[in-house]
C-alpha cells in the first residue's frame, strides 16, 4: 500500500502539498489497464514500475490540482480589489457586449475591441 508522505515535524492530516499524478498499468494485451492516483514531488522521476505489483506502468495525462500559495483560492483572496487599489491597478470585468468596464483604478472607463 502506497504511504503518505510526511515532512519532519508534520502532522497527518497537514501533509505537505503535492499535486496527485495518473498512471495507468501497461498490460501487454494493449487493453486499458487499471487506473491509479499517486502523490509525487513534481521533481520527481515518473514511475515506471507499480509500487506495490511490479507492473508496468505509465503516467497518463490528467488534471493536475496543486494547493497552496498559487491554488485558485489563495490566489482570489490575495487578489482583492482593495489590495489592487492599494497597489495602483486598474481592474476591467468584461460586460455582456464584449467590452470591458473599469471597476477601479485609473484608466479609461470602458475598452472595447473596436478601440473605442
Known amino acids: 500500500m502506497i ?3 510526511y515532512d519532519e515535524g ?3 492530516g497537514k501533509e505537505k502539498q503535492m499535486p496527485i ?3 495507468e498499468i501497461i498490460r501487454e494485451d494493449g487493453k486499458d489497464g487499471e487506473v491509479f492516483e499517486l502523490f509525487q514531488n513534481m521533481s520527481d522521476e515518473p514511475l515506471t514500475l ?3 505489483t511490479g507492473q508496468k506502468v505509465r503516467r497518463i495525462p490528467a488534471r493536475t490540482s496543486i ?3 498559487w491554488s ?3 490566489m482570489k483572496r490575495s487578489v482583492s480589489d482593495d489590495k489592487l487599489a492599494k497597489h495602483g491597478f486598474t481592474k476591467y470585468v468584461k460586460s455582456g457586449d464584449g ?3 473599469k471597476t ?3 484608466g479609461p472607463s470602458m475598452i472595447s475591441r473596436d478601440g473605442s
Do not use: C, F, M, Q
Open 10 to 12: 508534520i502532522k497527518p
Open 50 to 52: 507499480h509500487p506495490d
Open 72 to 74: 485558485d483560492g489563495a
Open 99 to 101: 467590452t470591458y468596464e
Open 67 to 69: 494547493g497552496g500559495l
Open 3 to 5: 504511504e503518505p508522505v
Open 104 to 106: 477601479l483604478g485609473d
Open 21 to 23: 499524478y495518473v498512471y
